[in-house]
């Protein structure tokens, strides 16, 4: 299985190596740093590579590639998958992944990773096992660690291995026992000229903060678990039950973790709650094009529009931008032509809007392209696809 | 001591002054410790201790000697930290140990070369803190190789290890010990383990199977041996062991698919718990098993669906041949019967299904090939879903995917038909027009570029967008920018030519644009279309022709190429009206600068143009330049990885990588599917310790091994409904006995013809659990075994009908002890034969009330095992006994009786399920039992029974059917029909029936309890008499009249029950207070006041009688 794993930041240096079976010189990277050169961009470095005696297979996040060696016939995405393990085990250690924060925490990264992998096999991966056998450093330990000289490592024998339970530690005890649920919901919507929406689908995810005591048995209930389309499950769902009543019931880990991600499919067709209108133009005699668009409310039911951000990607005969916004701030980068305008909330009583003239390259004719316009918003506390959960119940 | 002296002059290269060492050292193995014994290394003894001192005695000498060393030339600043590190080493304190330890793994992990710390670390091995020892652990692994001998002096720590205690220490230690790549301690290895594989723990099991790959690529001599273990491993029923043999199987002997029949079932129906990792794993190998012992499920369909799907995309040469060779077999075998799946084949099937909403991409995968290799057609779809749903994660996922969607598509066209919209700019395969047309506005000419192309191949290989697609290219001609109309234009012209006839119009818009089009490559690609269907368009060919001459000097060189083409073209169909224009276009070209053209003018003027020596080529020039041309195949770059199994990275790479197994082809006969049955001995024989294990398979119970019994905290509610649902949709849940069960049965042969006959009244043939009561001190020990038999009967729940039929009979010949019953072998039969009649279709999920119940009697039993609790071990007795429904008399020779089997009914949790007993006392069979139009009060609902055909004189047979009496003891009325009677009967429950057990700690009763008072409250006094007094008794009285669970409890005259109802789920809590007097007092506390009072009344009764 996963023979050895680099870590390479964006320079190219090797700043971490470890093996789980016999060493693998690390003269195998330069293999990947090839590929690397080869793909303009750091996103763009192929996630298989097949070198005379290894394959690479690499994952990039956070600006650092983690790049896996691996012999023999492996799926994979096995070895993908768990490589964003590793990196989401590292963020939640040490709430950032970075190369500083892991040269600073070489020692606990190396332990993590030894518990992870067992002769390149996946051991340990679920990160409460993981936080019972490597306390993750905090400030406070850190200092009491110095000044006391214990240690990082659990003196107590982690039982949550043993367990059927593998992802819930044991023995966890609250004073205040509470339950968060977050239900977070993405629209990708292509919304064409005329304002007609062309595809729209929703992605949702249910994130929970689970803080309970004991060995508590969850079971949560959808209004109408029909619209989810397709979902998938953290591992402590039971399958059988969703499929036969269609309700979620689990042992949750303990704290944070992801419950279900779902999808609702576009049949289901949704409003939109943001219009933009546009009004851009160019004018072949002149150089001066006019550009102007406004941002607005739709079926928010209510709530107000907060996070908005509209970036476009300007033709390339656009020189320059002279603009003036009636709220928020906005750039435009002459280089790359990508104008972006942070609009922030909403106020349905006076629409943002952006209004101004463009500069285009003189003597060219007409830029022939529309600009896309990008919209990114946020509402708090409004489920577009209406699938929130309406009952919870717990038991113990 | 004199060695180490003279070392720092002999090495040369700066800081591998160890190592230098250490190549020393590992040449002569006698070296390392100083005037120690040769065969050191093997005193396994305790006393290495000794022996770790040795080398610290060497190493301070050496430390300090290293410093001052005589290397003037050599960086100082290495082996003087090497130095105080070593140094730090040395020291009693942990706390510099540590930071010595920390700095090291430090230089580790940034590659550097610590390998001269060896002798330093290695005695640390046997240190007390906790950190120290692990990060000695993680360096020993990682220069252990490089220094093997020096290696060799911690064996002995590991050793010990191996026998502590406590499992997750006897785990560790094999996990280094197997770690440490050192072939001197392969003897070592194999006997730990050897050991590890039986030991109790499962977790120490797990890493036993994860040391076998280990030992094996150390010591491939050793392989037989370790498949002996291997087989053992592979037996074993926990979760968390699966994953890790199977994976150990995939690295040693890959090609021992035997080894898998007998655990086949098990793994399919493990697998859902089984973590994440031992998923994807055991899915591959199960692929791969399955594809060598089913019969391939497309055979048949194949002849079915190929022929219009091929009909439907003619022009798919891939396509074609696909199906070509597939009905090359099914036709050859014309006569064959028709397909049936093997049920082991369906049960992988169904059992992979619910893995596909797994949040690992890895999993899906695994399943997606799973059913893309493995699954008919028509099931295949449902895993184009999940794979869509996968595009949304990471992009190194999406590009696996994608190449891996990107074979499926081609081997199974249509399948992402319905998703097409979710590929659009993804994916290069299908695409959507409309959406297409909005990137096409956008900047990037590349990718404009490569969008239209992808419209092209998404023509060719989805015939109902085609036209679509055109149109929406011929727009585009329209577009202004070059590029884009170019582009367009090579993908019409690939287009046209695979349907010409229809598209007259589009070529002639085409003619128009010629000029306005500038790019040389659209030019050419219009004019070779033109000409080739000039007799499409008569009249416009010579037009543009002539438009052509006109300009041909300034042309580029492919223009003119494809003028002088398109003129020989025209000149052969319609010489009358080009022949000058050709004469001119050749003569033009003969004095072209490029030879290209000149040449293509004199070979074209010769071929067409009649002469004296040229005719007889003249005649076929016509035939030349007009032969009809292949239309292209467009086709995607991964048409020709599908002999790739999907998802490896062979598939990913399109070559075979190291270890890459074959998957290989469908068999023609199917093997012998009977290789898969679990012998029914094979059950029994097992350890008791063994079976036990096996009931955490289903996840949720905590209680394990060492860590003592935390009360079962919560007797697992899935478990069971996920073991249940999953053993068999279609069988109940069959139950084999074990030896002690028998044994059990005859010390309890008075009562246990009651209780056994409801037994076998129940289709499940659920064990009942005898009694604790008689039991006092031998409970542990007994209620292990209990939940041994229903362990080991849940396993053979899983196995099919066939091998049904071979368990039960022994095994009830075993329980019921001859004389015990007049029950009859043949009633067996028919129960067998029931089951297999009862639809597929209901679900048998049991609610998680129901199964999740404690109890009774046996918790104090527990105290001192671990067995998690089973269903069939709560529900100690079926109620009331057999009550009758139908008289025999009234009947005319049927008759009629139920119980209450107090098992979960299996469709609907809210339902009490009764179990029906008929026999036949007439003459003549009675066919065609079922259950007639009920009449129901309000809320009250049936689940009828399935019909039993036929029923023969003497025979009896037994039906459940479930009631859901909406919490009330109302009459449930309904008609017995038989071919030619109709019997009125009608069922009421006693009140205790219309609830299941509950499991709760004392301090859940008393806080429930608190809960439910006032009016909620019924208290009844009442004086137990002698007879009754007892722990015992009084427990078993109580169950026997109300369903419900013990609840632990401190005191000892106090007895607690609780349950729930069926209907509502409201708690039915019972206390019983009883004094040494024989006085007592009863509490229930229920909601639902009718029943608390009604059950007042009943416990009463039974206990003061």
Redesign the interface.
């Known amino acids: ?1 996963i023979h050895s794993l680099f870590l390479i930041n964006s320079s190219g240096d ?6 789980w ?3 693998v010189s ?1 003269s195998v990277c330069d293999y990947f740093f090839e590929a690397q050169e080869r793909a303009t961009e750091a ?1 763009n470095v ?3 590579i ?1 070198t005379p005696h290894h ?1 690479l297979l ?4 956070h600006k650092i590639f983690f790049v896996a060696v ?9 070895v ?3 490589l ?1 393990r590793v990196v989401d085990t590292f963020q939640d250690y040490f709430g950032v992944c970075s190369e500083p924060v892991i040269k600073d925490n ?2 606990v ?3 993590v990773l ?1 518990e992870m992998l ?2 390149g ?3 340990a ?1 679920e990160s409460n096992i993981l936080k019972e056998l490597i306390k993750p450093p905090t400030i406070l330990r850190t200092v009491v660690n110095t000044i006391t ?1 214990s ?5 107590q ?3 949550g ?6 992802w819930r530690r ?1 023995g966890v005890k609250y004073t205040n026992n509470e339950a968060y649920f977050d239900v977070i919901e993405e629209i990708d919507a ?1 919304i ?1 000229k005329s304002g007609s929406t ?2 729209a ?1 929703i ?1 949702g995810v249910i994130d929970a903060c689970v803080k309970l005591t ?2 508590p ?1 969850l079971t949560l209930s959808f209004m109408n678990p029909r619209l989810l ?7 402590c769902v ?8 269609r309700i979620l ?1 689990f ?1 949750p880990p303990d704290g944070n973790f ?1 419950l279900l ?1 779902y ?1 609702v499919s ?1 049949q289901n067709l949704v409003a939109i709650p943001v219009y933009v209108k546009h009004n851009i133009s160019f004018r072949d005699s002149s150089s001066l094009g006019r550009f102007e668009i406004t941002v607005g409310p739709k079926q928010t039911m209510g709530k107000t529009i907060e996070g908005v951000i509209v970036t476009s ?1 300007m ?2 005969g656009v020189l320059n931008m002279s603009l003036t916004p009636s709220q928020g701030t906005h750039t435009f980068d002459p280089v790359t032509k990508m104008l972006s305008w942070d609009v922030g909330k909403i106020n349905p009583q006076k629409l943002p809007s952006l209004k101004g003239t463009m500069s285009l390259q003189a003597g060219a004719s007409k830029p ?5 316009i990008n919209l990114h918003f946020k509402i708090q506390q409004l489920a577009i696809s209406g699938v929130p959960r309406s009952l919870h119940s717990k038991t ?1 | 001591m004199q060695r180490f002296l003279q070392l720092p002059g002999a090495v040369v290269r700066p800081g591998g002054r160890g190592a230098g060492a250490a190549d020393q050292e590992a040449a002569s193995p006698v070296l390392a410790p100083e005037g120690g014994p040769p065969p050191w290394y093997q005193a396994l003894q305790p006393e290495e201790l000794r022996w770790l001192q040795a080398p610290e005695e060497d190493t301070i000498p050496e430390a300090s000697l290293e410093g001052p060393g005589p290397e003037p030339g050599q960086s100082q600043s290495q082996p003087l930290r090497h130095d105080d590190l070593k140094e730090m080493l040395d020291t009693n304190k942990d706390s510099l140990k540590l930071e010595a330890m920390k700095r090291i793994v430090a230089m580790i992990a940034r590659g550097k070369n610590a390998s001269d710390l060896f002798p330093a670390v290695v005695k640390n091995v046997a240190c007390k803190n906790i950190e120290v020892k692990k990060l000695v652990y993680v360096y020993l692994v990682r220069y252990a190789e490089e220094q093997q001998d020096l290696a060799l002096l911690s064996i002995s720590t590991f050793q010990r290890g191996l026998k502590d205690p406590n499992q997750l220490i006897r785990a560790s230690a094999l996990r280094v010990l197997s770690s440490i790549r050192v072939p001197i301690i392969v003897p070592i290895m194999m006997l730990a383990i050897k050991e590890a594989a039986s030991d109790m723990s499962p977790y120490v099991r797990k890493t036993a199977a994860h040391a076998i790959p280990k030992l094996y690529s150390l010591d491939s001599d050793q392989k037989d041996q370790l498949i002996e273990v291997i087989e053992k491993l592979l037996a074993d029923k926990t979760t968390l062991v699966a994953g890790s043999v199977v994976m150990a199987f995939e690295e040693v002997c890959p090609e021992r698919i035997d080894l898998i029949h007998k655990n086949y079932r098990k793994l399919c129906n493990l697998l859902i718990d089984v973590e994440e990792w031992g998923q994807v794993v055991i899915i591959s190998m199960l692929t791969r098993y399955a594809r060598t012992q089913f019969l391939s499920p497309t055979q048949n369909e194949s002849l079915l669906e190929e022929n219009p799907e091929k009909a439907f995309y003619g022009s798919e040469e891939d396509e074609a041949k696909g199906p070509g060779s597939e009905e090359a077999t099914t036709a050859a075998l014309p006569a064959r019967k028709p397909y049936v799946m093997d049920p082991d084949h369906r049960l992988l099937l169904r059992n992979t299904k619910p893995l596909l909403q797994s949040r690992s991409a890895a999993v899906v995968m695994a399943v997606a090939q799973l059913y893309f290799h493995l699954a008919p057609k028509a099931e295949v779809g449902v895993i184009a879903k999940a794979l869509v749903r996968l595009l949304r994660s990471h992009s190194e996922v999406q590009y696996v995917v994608l190449q891996n969607v990107a074979t499926m598509s081609i081997k199974r066209r249509g399948m992402f038909e319905p998703y097409l919209k979710s590929f659009y700019i993804r994916s290069t395969d299908p695409t959507q027009i409309k959406i297409l047309k909005t990137y096409i506005r956008s900047m990037d000419k590349d990718f404009v570029a490569a969008t239209i192309q992808a419209i092209g191949r998404c023509a060719t290989n989805i015939g109902r967008v085609r036209d679509t697609c055109l149109n929406g290219l011929v727009q585009l001609l329209s577009n202004r920018d070059e590029l884009v109309v170019a582009e367009s234009v090579v993908v019409i012209k690939k287009l046209l030519q695979m349907q010409p006839a229809q598209h007259g119009e589009i070529i002639k818009h085409l003619a128009k644009l010629t000029d306005n089009i500038q790019v040389p490559m659209a030019r050419a690609s219009i004019l070779w279309l033109i000409g080739e269907y000039c007799e499409h368009v008569p009249k416009i060919a010579p037009d543009v022709l002539r438009k052509m001459a006109k300009s041909f000097t300034a042309e580029e060189d492919i223009v003119k190429l494809q003028v002088i083409n398109l003129a020989a073209k025209l000149y052969l169909t319609n010489s009358k009206q080009t022949k000058l224009l050709t004469q001119y276009v050749l003569s033009l070209a003969k004095y072209d600068q490029n030879y290209d053209i000149r040449d293509r003018a004199r070979f074209t003027r010769q071929l067409i143009v009649p002469s004296e020596q040229g005719g007889a080529l003249s005649r076929h020039a016509k035939k030349l330049f007009l032969a009809p041309k292949p239309a292209p195949v467009l086709e995607s770059s991964f048409k020709d990885r599908d002999h790739f199994q999907l998802g490896s990275l062979s598939h990913l790479l399109n070559a075979k990588a190291t270890g890459y197994q074959e998957l290989p082809d469908w068999p023609e006969e199917a093997p012998d599917p009977s290789v898969r049955n679990v012998e029914v001995p094979e059950w029994t024989k097992c350890s008791n310790r063994e079976k036990r294990k096996e009931k955490e398979k289903p996840f949720y119970s905590d209680s394990e091994g060492e860590s003592g019994p935390t009360e079962s905290a919560d007797s697992d509610p899935e478990s069971e409904s996920a073991s249940d649902s999953k053993s068999s949709s279609e069988s109940g849940s069959g139950e084999s006995s074990s030896e002690s069960d028998s044994e059990d049965q005859e010390e309890e042969k008075g009562k246990s013809s009651e209780s056994e006959q409801s037994e076998e009244e129940s289709g499940k043939r659920k064990m009942k659990k005898r009694k604790k009561v008689a039991e006092g001190q031998g409970e542990g020990s007994s209620s292990d075994e209990g939940s041994d038999s229903s362990s080991s009967s849940s396993e053979s729940e899983r196995t099919s009908d066939t091998e049904e039929e071979q368990v039960e009979p022994d095994s009830w010949r075993k329980k019921t002890p001859p004389s015990s019953k007049s029950a009859p072998v043949a009633k067996e039969i028919s129960l067998l034969d029931l089951e297999d009649f009862t639809p597929p279709s209901v679900q048998p999920v049991s609610p998680p009330t129901i199964v999740s119940t404690s109890l009774a009697t046996d918790l104090e039993g527990l105290t001192l095992t671990d067995s998690p609790l089973v269903p069939s071990l709560l529900s100690p007795v079926s109620g009331v006994g057999r009550q009758e429904l139908l008289h025999r008399v009234a009947g005319e020779g049927l008759a009629v009786d139920y119980t209450f089997s107090r098992q979960p009914f299996s469709g609907d949790p809210h339902m009490v399920s009764v179990h029906i007993h008929f026999s036949n006392s007439s003459e003549t069979p009675i066919k065609g039992l079922h259950v007639g139009t009920p009449k129901l009060p309000p809320g009250i609902s049936i689940q009828e029974f399935p019909e039993i055909e036929s029923l023969a004189p003497g025979e009896s047979a037994t039906a459940v059917m479930g009631i859901n009496f909406c919490d009330s003891t109302q009459v449930a009325n309904f008609q017995l029909c038989t071919q030619t009677r109709q019997f009125y009967v009608s069922i009421q429950p006693p009140v205790g029936e219309l609830m299941a057990p509950v499991f709760m700690s004392e301090n859940e009763f008393k806080k429930e309890q608190g809960k439910l008072t006032g009016m909620s409250e019924i208290t009844e006094k009442l004086t137990l008499p002698d007879t009754c007094r007892s722990d015992h008794i009084v427990v078993q009285k109580v169950t026997t009249v109300a369903n419900l669970g013990r609840v632990p409890c401190g005191t000892s005259d106090e007895y607690r029950f609780a349950g729930r109802t069926l209907t509502s789920g409201s708690l039915v809590l019972l206390t019983l207070d009883a004094r040494p007097t024989g006085a007592a007092q009863l509490t229930v506390n229920s909601e639902k006041m009718v029943i608390g009072t009604m059950l007042v009344k009943d416990v009463v009764q039974a206990l003061t009688q």
């Open positions: 299985m090797i700043f971490l190596e470890k093996h079976k016999s060493v690390r996103e192929p996630p298989v097949p394959y690499s994952v990039y996040r691996i012999q023999t016939e492996v799926p994979p995405l096995f993908i998958e768990f964003h070489v020692v990264v190396y332990e030894e067992d002769n096999f996946p051991l991966t000289g240690t990082n490592v659990g003196d024998l982690p039982t291995q043993l367990s059927v339970v593998p044991t292509i064409d062309i595809t689908e992605q004991g060995m048995d389309d397709d979902v998938s499950f953290h591992p039971r399958f059988k039950r969703w499929e036969s009543e019931s042992i992801r991600s999808h576009a990607q033709p390339k022939d392209e529309n600009p896309t113990f």
